[in-house]
């Protein structure tokens, strides 16, 4: 019965092994970054730049297609010069980094949905949008395996200097004044070049809640920050394939089943994790009222 239901698809079906392939991939690179953005107190920036990098595609599929390298260079770019435009804007005026993200990141969206319709049709844009992880091919597998390989390694690299930079930044700075910049653009970089793998999977709407919502979950069971990463990248790799075989079985799209599983796992998370602030808050109203009653 088990293997049936969750197996043999992929035994069966080779689009079905390809888009598993591609979404463990993606999981094992995006997750981590998605615990880091929750340390730092900056979870909606992930999807910021999800949006951010859409002029970009935009540019590079009005140019070439729907080539592969050429909107995952137009992409990447466009990510990094939203960030570095929000962080300008942010270190100059008296808005935050936020505010400057929000700003950048709705004007770039509406740029590219319009620079899309300027050539393409409306299932050119459902695409890039939403993505078509079924429809995902060896080059795609590729691309993102090579991306997810480069950012574990850059992780590893620089895993200390991230935790101590999302901990206490003024001591990174006590030694060295440019060395937390140098970190938190490099994690930023990244981040976007996750994303842009991301969007030929998931889509750029729906790439980021595979990033966030297993790191969210994470953090309300585990009590250290390696735990947390090794539980959310658990938590992604098992979203990714029960939304799969949800999707195949409901006949639902692939994407948006991934991400409503990984919400399912996030309710479930809050409810009952013990890290949780509303299972807490349960508990003690529980006892309270057990209290009041004797």
């Given at each position: 019965?088990?293997?049936?239901?969750?197996?043999?698809?992929?035994?069966?079906?080779?689009?079905?092994?390809?888009?598993?392939?591609?979404?463990?991939?993606?999981?094992?690179?995006?997750?981590?970054?998605?615990?880091?953005?929750?340390?730092?107190?900056?979870?909606?920036?992930?999807?910021?730049?999800?949006?951010?990098?859409?002029?970009?595609?935009?540019?590079?599929?009005?140019?070439?297609?729907?080539?592969?390298?050429?909107?995952?260079?137009?992409?990447?770019?466009?990510?990094?010069?939203?960030?570095?435009?929000?962080?300008?804007?942010?270190?100059?005026?008296?808005?935050?980094?936020?505010?400057?993200?929000?700003?950048?990141?709705?004007?770039?969206?509406?740029?590219?949905?319009?620079?899309?319709?300027?050539?393409?049709?409306?299932?050119?844009?459902?695409?890039?949008?939403?993505?078509?992880?079924?429809?995902?091919?060896?080059?795609?597998?590729?691309?993102?395996g090579l991306i997810a390989s480069g950012t574990l390694v850059a992780l590893a690299l620089?895993?200390?200097?991230?935790?101590?930079?999302?901990?206490?930044?003024?001591?990174?700075?006590?030694?060295?004044?440019?060395?937390?910049?140098?970190?938190?653009?490099?994690?930023?970089?990244?981040?976007?070049?996750?994303?842009?793998?991301?969007?030929?999977?998931?889509?750029?709407?729906?790439?980021?809640?595979?990033?966030?919502?297993?790191?969210?979950?994470?953090?309300?069971?585990?009590?250290?920050?390696?735990?947390?990463?090794?539980l959310a990248v658990l938590c992604g790799l098992i979203c990714a394939w029960l939304g799969?075989?949800?999707?195949?079985?409901?006949?639902?799209?692939?994407?948006?089943?991934?991400?409503?599983?990984?919400?399912?796992?996030?309710?479930?998370?809050?409810?009952?994790?013990?890290?949780?602030?509303?299972?807490?808050?349960?508990?003690?109203?529980?006892?309270?009222?057990?209290?009041?009653?004797?």
């Amino acid at each position: 019965m088990i293997y049936h239901l969750f197996i043999e698809p992929f035994v069966a079906y080779g689009f079905m092994r390809r888009a598993l392939v591609a979404c463990l991939a993606l999981s094992l690179s995006t997750v981590p970054l998605g615990i880091f953005l929750l340390l730092r107190r900056m979870s909606l920036v992930g999807d910021a730049l999800s949006h951010a990098i859409l002029p970009g595609v935009a540019v590079g599929y009005l140019v070439a297609g729907m080539s592969l390298v050429a909107m995952g260079i137009g992409g990447f770019i466009a990510g990094v010069l939203v960030a570095l435009l929000s962080g300008w804007v942010s270190a100059r005026t008296p808005l935050k980094e936020d505010a400057s993200f929000a700003g950048f990141y709705l004007g770039s969206l509406a740029l590219g949905v319009t620079l899309i319709s300027l050539r393409g049709s409306s299932v050119d844009l459902l695409h890039l949008l939403f993505g078509s992880i079924l429809a995902v091919d060896g080059e795609a597998i590729k691309f993102v395996g090579l991306i997810a390989s480069g950012t574990l390694v850059a992780l590893a690299l620089l895993y200390r200097g991230l935790v101590m930079e999302s901990f206490d930044r003024s001591f990174l700075q006590v030694n060295n004044k440019r060395l937390p910049s140098l970190i938190h653009g490099t994690f930023l970089a990244l981040l976007v070049l996750n994303l842009v793998a991301g969007f030929q999977i998931l889509g750029t709407l729906m790439s980021v809640g595979l990033m966030m919502l297993p790191a969210i979950a994470a953090r309300c069971w585990a009590k250290t920050l390696p735990g947390s990463i090794l539980l959310a990248v658990l938590c992604g790799l098992i979203c990714a394939w029960l939304g799969l075989v949800w999707s195949f079985y409901a006949s639902l799209p692939a994407g948006p089943a991934i991400v409503l599983t990984a919400s399912v796992a996030f309710f479930i998370s809050i409810l009952f994790g013990p890290r949780s602030v509303l299972a807490g808050s349960l508990l003690r109203r529980k006892l309270a009222i057990i209290k009041g009653v004797k």
